[in-house]
């Protein structure tokens, strides 16, 4: 498969907990996004990467929010001390400059 | 501030029927504008996306349509199919690619058979 990857797919965890997700770009993609969708509306952008450097990041991207693409390949997104309103699918996507953005699978969050 | 406006919310068509879904924009800088499908529990995927110098695209049974003037776009789905039924999704963007594209809130599509 040489689509988007996210892992885990699925992830429950205590409000206050802190967890991290992963995401696998297409190979030759040098941009990398991190969306945000909560149900019944549409994804909502939370950064972007273009290579190892984070281009932009929105103010939905809390101080608890931290993303990484160390070697410009793999991405991570890590929520610090979860909240409730965490509870959403975090959607990565890929694209080369310019191009098509491809989105993985998502990993769903759930606070309890 | 939603800066896409998408409707119908919900949509409910024939098998053959054609589906027509809107959006809008207020952002005159947006210059690329894809439409997403997005099954239950999966990632969207892109179904197809123009750019404004052109009015009309069409990729087998998928057309969009441009309205520059009046800042307006729709997906049209010819000869629906029970396959079809999925929520779908327009989204702009400002810089001609994929770079912090805005959404809109989605159509459920239901293709009854």
């Known amino acids: 498969d040489t689509g988007v990857s996210q892992d885990p797919r699925h992830k429950i965890t205590k409000r206050g907990q802190n967890v991290t997700f992963r995401c696998d770009p297409i190979?030759?993609?040098?941009?990398l996004y991190w969306y945000r969708q909560t149900l019944g509306q549409g994804p909502e952008f939370l950064t972007y990467f273009q290579n190892e450097a984070q281009l932009e990041k929105s103010r939905l991207l809390s101080d608890r929010f931290s993303a990484e693409r160390p070697k410009g390949s793999f991405s991570t997104l890590e929520i610090q001390r979860t909240e409730q309103g965490d509870s959403a699918m975090y959607l990565c996507?890929?694209?080369?400059?310019?191009?098509?953005?491809?989105f993985g699978q998502g990993t769903r969050l759930t606070v309890v | 501030q939603q800066q896409v406006k998408q409707s119908p919310q919900s949509l409910i068509v024939q098998k053959g029927g054609i589906s027509i879904i809107n959006c809008a924009y207020e952002n005159t800088a947006f210059d690329y504008f894809p439409w997403y499908q997005q099954f239950p529990g999966k990632g969207p995927a892109l179904l197809i996306a123009i750019r404004p110098d052109v009015s009309e695209k069409k990729e087998g049974r998928f057309t969009i349509s441009f309205n520059k003037s009046a800042k307006q776009f729709s997906l049209h789905i010819m000869d629906s199919q029970p396959g079809d039924s999925a929520t779908y999704f327009c989204?702009?963007?400002?810089?001609?690619?994929?770079?912090?594209?805005?959404f809109g809130k989605g159509t459920k599509l239901t293709v009854n058979p």
């Open positions: 190979s030759e993609h040098n941009r």
């Open positions: 989204a702009a963007s400002t810089q001609g690619g994929s770079e912090k594209l805005v």
């Open positions: 996507a890929s694209s080369l400059i310019g191009g098509e953005a491809f």
